[in-house]
């Protein structure tokens, strides 16, 4: 039972001061940006067609999913080609980005820098000689459906797509600010304990920088003003706000809706509480994925590392395939085990570009077809870069390729 509580404060401890509090410093940065443009970033990218596929893999290249998601109404609308839509789900770098940006920087710098190359390659590839999309799209409907027009095979996949009629007005990222619910108790609470992460949040990044700054330490679980202590008290606070956040107090302070991007925000508070629930919610994900990695050792006894290793070529590509499943939830999990030393680089990278994360959904919710065909064309790239540098690399680098710049 002591291991077992072990376990528990420690993954909450060091998944909110590692890395919840410096995903709050890059969530808030970003919305901070479109609130001061007022959405001046998304005309720049409609008017500059031969950019476009450049611009699209630098807004999925942006940590989390928010870039990649104000990319895919513009492809609805008829104003960016499908080039644009591959190579910025191919350079998306998820909420799982977070993870390994703090956990293993040189690694990210690596595989985002792999996965945006190879992403922009491949979307203007298909803007330009089409490779072969028209046949792909045509596949893809004849297993389901396609909810609209589809889009790829009118346009050729050479051209951006005519403008799409469903019948009612363009779909748009942008969703409804404001509470859903209201409650005499909750409301006021949410927002007290709103601000009271705010402030924990501030705590993390500064012991979490003075960790970094430490060469990272093993930090004992305790309780006092010491920096263990403080540390320990801060992670797990803030670990316990950010779940209150996700499950119950984002509806009463106006954020019901999590993971959709804005077009803008209407203040700065309105911008402070979209960057918490944003990062509230990859905390989450961050602790389950911890706790399922850390409680599977502690149980069982595998060593990840050793059957990543054993399976050679298939780690790439079964990277490539958790890359598949829409969301963020499995790519952090995938990256939390990389960062423990389970996996191999090429494995994280195959990911990297396979993962479109919650950028697929708003493009699955009007066009289908047009999604299912862009994750193709993304996990295609996805596994051909992962199984050359599993070949090429890990023979140099043999395990040294497990925990490649991870801190």
Known sequence: MNEFLRVLLESLRDGYVQVSAFVAV?????ALVQYRTDGALLAAIEDNERLQVLFGGLLGLTPGCGGAIVVMPLYVRGTVSFGTVVATLGATAGDSAFVILALA???????????????????????????GVSRVDAAVATLSPARSDGGTAVAGGVRPNPTHDYGGPAPTHAHESGPDRRSRVLTPLSHGLHLAWWVTALAGLVLGSLYLLRGGPEVDVAVGLGFDGLFTVAGVVGAALSV????????????????????????VYDTLTHAAMETSFVTVWVLV??????YAVLFTGINVATVAAAAGALAPIGGAAVGLIPGCGPQILLASVYAEGGLPFSALTANAIAQDGDALFPLLAVDAKAAVVATIYNFLPAVVVGVALHLLWGPVLGMAEFGFGVL
């Open 26 to 30: 890059t969530v808030l940065a970003f």
């Open 105 to 131: 920087p040189e690694a990210a710098a690596y595989a985002y820098g792999v996965a945006f190359v190879a992403s922009v390659a491949t979307g203007y590839l298909v803007d330009s000689v089409g490779l």
């Open 244 to 267: 209150y956040l996700y499950l119950v107090g984002r509806h009463y302070v106006g954020e019901g809706e999590i993971a959709r991007a804005r077009d803008n925000f209407g203040s």
């Open 289 to 294: 994925a911890f706790l399922v990695y850390e």
